[in-house]
């Protein structure tokens, strides 16, 4: 899900992405609690956002930790 109003996440550390999903949970927190429902539906969908930026960057990660593993199994050989 794309929103021109984010923030441009090439920009954006992990840790600073993982401090966003902090700060809108306590947002969505107040939000819930002052009983506002249209608030509490965008600050999810931005939540939402962000989680998903973090999920393909960890998949990313994973990705070259595993291409990286299939490497070492060529320099073995037990011939």
Not at 26 to 53: N, P, T, W
């Amino acid at each position: 899900m794309f929103n021109p109003l984010m923030a441009d996440f090439s920009q954006m550390k992990d840790i600073d992405i993982e401090n966003k999903i902090v700060e809108l949970n306590r947002k969505y927190s107040i939000a819930a609690r002052s009983g506002s429902g249209f608030l509490c539906h965008q600050i999810i969908m931005a939540i939402d956002v962000y989680k998903e930026e973090r999920a393909a960057r960890m998949a990313e990660k994973t990705k070259k930790m595993l291409d990286k593993d299939s490497d070492l199994g060529k320099l073995i050989n037990i011939d």
